[in-house]
């Protein structure tokens, strides 16, 4: 199972993705000096469906980190 991907999350799921894209021959646009955006929050945010919907997913997050360390 794989976890949801930021587009996913911000409801962007259902366009193409960005390898998608370069398959079909589209170029990327430059960000004309413009950083990228960033959240804290997404630091914290679980991916896998089933724990976004977790109160705290802190235990989830806690047991996931020790075993892929």
Excluded at 7 to 33: H, K, N
Excluded at 57 to 68: H, K, P, R
Aim: hydrophobic content about 45%; aromatic content about 8%.
């Amino acid at each position: 199972m794989r976890p949801t991907t930021m587009s996913e999350l911000d409801g962007l799921g259902g366009q193409p993705s960005f390898i998608a894209g370069l398959a079909a021959g589209e170029r990327p646009s430059p960000t004309a000096g413009e950083p990228a955006r960033f959240e804290m929050g997404w630091l914290t945010r679980a991916g896998f469906p089933a724990v976004r919907n977790m109160a705290d997913a802190a235990l989830f997050l806690g047991g996931y980190g020790a075993l892929v360390s």
